[in-house]
């Protein structure tokens, strides 16, 4: 008998061990066949939240992760061959909420499941209702130029645009304003008197809906009773400002509009004043708190050989207004009908200035040549006969006619230095009264500062003084309003500064 060696026995115990082993490896093989790897399938398809229409390139992926793929022009995807699981499938679309749907894949199965994604919008919320601030509810005497506050805002932190309308108890205007989150409006140009109803509208930038406020009410300011109109310059245009005693100024016209040669009635409740419309100039109407502004004349201009010299005068009735066009004298109805020629000038001089009486008996007319000059001044009757030859065959400028109550005197201004030039400068431009009865002349700007001039001169209701503009005679200085005596004897006493920077003044 051999008896093996230890190193032979050695030998075999590793040859056994291989062997044992490769047994047990192929042993397990062949009992766990497939159990890691079942899989199944996961379609579905991404449509529009309430319209189903499909949505193309929406990102679908997994979680746990195993594949991420886009839908197909018709909404749909398809994910094969996925590992038994329960999932949470997600579906991304730029524009759209981000969508979940828990699925759970079986062996062998298809499992479908439907996103109705909704835009990113659609939890967005509109703005809060604004909350009128001020002016308080009921508030009275409001300036009419005031400022609107509310407060408002969005939970969502969107951009939010105000809508302001008002309405008045008077009639049908709306006024309407925007802003972008402003909580406040300033507001110009409201009128006297009115009750003003507003209201405040929300909108953000994705909800449709305007969310409105409630319906708040204020009463404007009562207008002044200025007897006082006036006309200043404002960035090249003549503005129509009226003014108490007390030098409360009140603007009647718009800066952006040339509006001139106020005169007021205080029987028609109006004031009327020249201003353009296109090329032409006019005559206008408005109220004394300057609204209702209504053009007057239209087939029939006004027209001569300086606008800003030209006048117009009412009726005493307040039922006409006369006017010049080149040589003749127009008369207009204050609706605007009745249009007719009065009169027109013999020797075809230019009319620029007319004054009537209170009883309509007697007219005072200016006429001068096309530069201005040769001046005449003369009243004519009902019949257009020449009554008076006030002034005539005199060099210089002249104007500023205004006929007292009685019949019995004239005003008027007029160059005393003679001089004539290009620019219708004056010089020593003088204040006069002449008395028809008497026929006497008298100066009552005899002590008026020299080098300047004293011009659009006007009877106060009174009579016992004068109303007029005094400036420089350098025609760039400022203009002022000043006041005086009619009585010769009293003139130049006290010359009273009543307003600065003003011209053209009327006082009724």
């Given at each position: 008998?051999?008896?093996?060696?230890?190193?032979?026995?050695?030998?075999?115990?590793?040859?056994?061990?291989?062997?044992?082993?490769?047994?047990?490896?192929?042993?397990?093989?062949?009992?766990?066949?497939?159990?890691n790897?079942?899989?199944?399938?996961?379609t579905?398809?991404?449509?529009?939240?309430?319209?189903?229409?499909?949505?193309?390139n929406?990102?679908?992926?997994?979680?746990?992760?195993?594949?991420?793929?886009?839908?197909?022009?018709n909404?749909?995807?398809?994910?094969?061959?996925?590992?038994?699981?329960?999932?949470?499938?997600?579906?991304?679309?730029?524009?759209?909420?981000?969508?979940?749907?828990?699925?759970?894949?079986?062996?062998?199965?298809?499992?479908?499941?439907?996103?109705?994604?909704?835009?990113?919008?659609?939890?967005?919320?509109?703005?809060?209702?604004?909350?009128?601030?001020?002016?308080?509810?009921?508030?009275?005497?409001?300036?009419?130029?005031?400022?609107?506050?509310?407060?408002?805002?969005?939970?969502?932190?969107?951009?939010?645009?105000?809508?302001?309308?008002?309405?008045?108890?008077?009639?049908?205007?709306?006024?309407?304003?925007?802003?972008?989150?402003?909580?406040?409006?300033?507001?110009?140009?409201?009128?006297?008197?009115?009750?003003?109803?507003w209201?405040?509208?929300?909108?953000?930038?994705?909800?449709?809906?305007?969310?409105?406020?409630?319906?708040?009410?204020?009463?404007?300011?009562?207008?002044?009773?200025?007897?006082?109109?006036?006309?200043?310059?404002d960035?090249?245009?003549?503005?129509?400002?009226?003014?108490?005693?007390?030098?409360?100024?009140?603007?009647?016209?718009?800066?952006?509009?040339?509006?001139?040669?106020?005169?007021?009635?205080?029987?028609?409740?109006?004031?009327?004043?020249?201003?353009?419309?296109?090329?032409?100039t006019?005559?206008?109407?408005?109220?004394f708190?300057?609204?209702?502004?209504?053009?007057?004349?239209?087939?029939?201009?006004?027209?001569?050989?300086?606008?800003?010299?030209?006048?117009?005068?009412?009726?005493?009735?307040?039922?006409?207004?006369?006017?010049?066009?080149?040589?003749?004298?127009?008369s207009?109805?204050?609706?605007?009908?009745?249009?007719?020629?009065v009169?027109?000038t013999?020797?075809?001089?230019?009319?620029?200035?007319?004054?009537?009486?209170?009883?309509?008996?007697?007219?005072?007319?200016?006429?001068?040549?096309?530069?201005?000059?040769?001046?005449?001044?003369?009243?004519?009757d009902?019949?257009?006969?020449?009554?008076?030859?006030?002034?005539?065959?005199?060099?210089?400028?002249?104007?500023?006619?205004?006929?007292?109550?009685?019949?019995?005197?004239?005003?008027?201004?007029?160059?005393?230095?003679?001089?004539?030039?290009?620019?219708?400068?004056?010089?020593?431009?003088?204040?006069?009264?002449?008395?028809?009865?008497?026929?006497?002349?008298?100066?009552?700007?005899?002590?008026?500062?020299?080098?300047?001039?004293?011009?659009?001169?006007?009877?106060?209701?009174?009579?016992?003084?004068?109303?007029?503009?005094?400036?420089?005679?350098?025609?760039?200085?400022?203009?002022?309003?000043?006041?005086?005596?009619?009585?010769?004897?009293?003139?130049?006493?006290?010359?009273?500064?009543?307003?600065?920077?003003?011209?053209?003044?009327?006082?009724?």
């Open positions: 008998m051999v008896i093996p060696t230890n190193t032979e026995r050695m030998n075999q115990y590793i040859k056994y061990i291989i062997v044992m082993g490769l047994t047990t490896i192929l042993l397990g093989c062949s009992e766990d066949p497939i159990e790897f079942d899989k199944g399938t996961l579905g398809i991404a449509v529009i939240s309430g319209s189903n229409l499909p949505l193309e929406v990102k679908i992926s997994t979680n746990p992760g195993f594949s991420t793929v886009f839908t197909d022009e909404g749909e995807f398809i994910i094969e061959e996925i590992p038994v699981e329960q999932y949470s499938v997600q579906a991304e679309l730029e524009g759209y909420l981000t969508a979940f749907e828990g699925v759970e894949v079986t062996t062998g199965a298809t499992v479908n499941v439907v996103f109705e994604m909704d835009v990113e919008t659609a939890n967005n919320r509109p703005p809060t209702t604004p909350v009128l601030v001020t002016p308080t509810d009921n508030a009275i005497d409001i300036p009419l130029d005031t400022q609107l506050v509310w407060t408002g805002s969005d939970p969502d932190e969107d951009d939010i645009t105000y809508s302001i309308e008002l309405r008045n108890n008077f009639d049908d205007e709306v006024l309407s304003f925007s802003t972008v989150n402003d909580t406040m409006v300033d507001i110009t140009g409201l009128r006297f008197g009115l009750k003003y109803f209201q405040v509208g929300a909108k953000d930038t994705v909800n449709e809906d305007v969310i409105q406020s409630e319906v708040s009410v204020f009463e404007t300011i009562i207008a002044p009773e200025n007897r006082h109109v006036f006309v200043r310059k960035g090249g245009n003549n503005v129509i400002f009226s003014t108490d005693t007390e030098g409360n100024v009140l603007q009647l016209t718009s800066s952006t509009i040339n509006s001139y040669r106020p005169r007021q009635n205080p029987v028609a409740d109006k004031i009327a004043y020249l201003s353009n419309n296109g090329s032409e006019h005559i206008f109407t408005m109220d708190d300057g609204s209702n502004k209504q053009q007057i004349t239209s087939l029939v201009a006004v027209n001569g050989f300086d606008l800003e010299e030209i006048d117009i005068v009412w009726t005493q009735n307040g039922g006409r207004i006369l006017y010049p066009n080149f040589d003749s004298l127009y207009i109805n204050v609706d605007g009908t009745g249009l007719q020629e009169y027109q013999t020797d075809g001089s230019l009319i620029t200035e007319v004054s009537i009486s209170a009883d309509e008996s007697l007219t005072a007319i200016k006429t001068n040549d096309v530069s201005g000059y040769n001046v005449s001044i003369f009243t004519i009902n019949s257009g006969v020449v009554i008076d030859d006030i002034l005539s065959g005199v060099n210089g400028a002249a104007g500023g006619l205004d006929i007292s109550v009685d019949n019995q005197s004239v005003l008027y201004w007029y160059d005393v230095s003679g001089f004539e030039s290009a620019n219708y400068r004056q010089l020593d431009s003088r204040i006069f009264l002449y008395n028809r009865i008497t026929m006497i002349t008298d100066d009552l700007s005899d002590s008026k500062i020299a080098g300047t001039n004293d011009f659009d001169c006007r009877f106060t209701p009174n009579e016992a003084e004068i109303i007029f503009t005094n400036t420089s005679n350098d025609g760039v200085s400022q203009h002022n309003i000043l006041i005086t005596d009619t009585n010769p004897l009293d003139v130049g006493v006290d010359r009273e500064l009543f307003l600065e920077n003003a011209q053209m003044p009327d006082f009724e």
